[in-house]
């Protein structure tokens, strides 16, 4: 996983760039995400990066996280996430205890967001899946259903991976390419082309984009 940093989705603006164009923004609140603990493949098999954000009181904290906390000399966290290195030689530029902030990235490069989308609870197929649903007419007795099921004597089973209602949303998403429109390295605010998965005040991870490059 290339370098990245912990955010707080506050939520979704707009603002006007130079031409007066108007671009959606998401506004994180970035940082500052202290390093708790670096891992190397000699003593843990990988090489990574165990950051922590958001401080929390001390008396919510055990006392196995609060040794970790202390070890590093920071205040007590409220997430901690690992960021993985290639390898050691990676690791050798970052120190515990160092603090990474907005200035991990640049205005205009691209980044990748990783967080739980908002849980919708239980859902029919045509939220669920866009599915068309049946005539509206009167008898027709056929309105939102999911569809055939399959044959019946042969094979007599559901298909696996056939679309059905069920619980719908809160599950890991990663929202790939978003460009960087500001970074505010005072109040720790990323603005991010575009949304993000995830419901305002939640947690997500905001690393360098691992696929190619793309036009905003």
Do not use: W
Not at 63 to 90: H, M, N, T, W
């Amino acid at each position: 996983m290339p370098l990245g940093i912990l955010a707080k989705k506050l939520g979704m603006t707009q603002i006007f760039d130079k031409d007066g164009s108007v671009i959606p923004v998401t506004v994180l609140l970035a940082g500052p995400c202290p390093i708790l603990y670096k891992k190397t493949r000699e003593k843990d098999g990988y090489s990574a990066l165990q950051i922590g954000f958001d401080p929390k009181p001390e008396r919510l904290t055990n006392k196995p996280d609060k040794g970790r906390f202390d070890a590093a000399k920071s205040a007590p966290l409220r997430l901690v996430r690992e960021l993985r290195l290639e390898d050691d030689s990676q690791s050798g530029t970052f120190e515990t205890g160092q603090v990474l902030d907005v200035g991990v990235f640049e205005e205009g490069e691209k980044v990748d967001v990783v967080g739980v989308s908002k849980g919708r609870g239980f859902a029919g197929t045509i939220k669920r899946h866009h599915t068309s649903r049946g005539p509206e007419t009167h008898g027709s007795m056929y309105h939102r259903r999911p569809g055939a099921m399959g044959q019946s004597a042969d094979p007599s089973h559901v298909y696996k991976g056939k679309k059905l209602p069920g619980h719908m949303g809160n599950a890991q998403v990663t929202t790939l390419n978003l460009k960087v429109v500001r970074a505010d390295k005072e109040k720790n605010l990323l603005l991010l082309k575009g949304s993000v998965p995830g419901h305002p005040n939640s947690y997500v991870l905001i690393r360098k984009s691992s696929r190619g490059r793309k036009k905003a």
